[in-house]
């Protein structure tokens, strides 16, 4: 299983979403202001290989990936359940869900929420990611 669950009750910097896919985990986030296809835009290794993204090059791995929408292919559902299998990826934030990334975070069991203000998170910020209430909580910027 790709999350853990964290214990904290801490309040402030709160960003309240939607449930897509249970779990908590901790950690540092990654930013993606475009839409994104896992198919051919993220490497089995978890690299940005899009040579259109702002991102190219860097690396998803232990992070919670923020990006708007998702885009592309229905194998990018596989692609998204291989990078949990091989603990690359730790969560998922997106401003709105689509079908391909949400199957692949459910089936990864990747905790995921959406409705999200994402201008609100910044590169590097230590969130909680908790898919079971649909909640995001800012720690550190």
């Known amino acids: 299983m790709c999350n853990s669950n964290i214990d904290n009750t801490n309040t402030n910097n709160i960003l309240k979403g939607r449930t897509i896919s249970k779990g908590e985990v901790i950690g540092e986030v990654i930013i993606s202001t475009e839409p994104i296809s896992f198919l051919g835009g993220v490497s089995e290794e978890g690299i940005i290989i899009d040579k259109d993204n702002k991102l190219y090059g860097k690396s998803i791995k232990d992070k919670i990936f923020v990006f708007p929408t998702g885009k592309g292919s229905t194998v990018g559902s596989y692609v998204i359940y291989g990078l949990c299998k091989n603990n690359l990826l730790k969560g998922i934030i997106n401003k709105e869900s689509e079908t391909i990334v949400a199957t692949g975070a459910i089936l990864g069991k990747i905790p995921m ?20 209430k649909g909640i995001v909580e800012i720690l550190e910027k």
Do not use: M, Q, Y
């Not at 929420?113 to 079971?132: H, P, W, Y």
């Open 113 to 132: 929420v959406d409705k999200i203000d994402i201008s609100k998170l910044k590169n590097g910020d230590k969130i909680i990611l908790n898919g079971n």
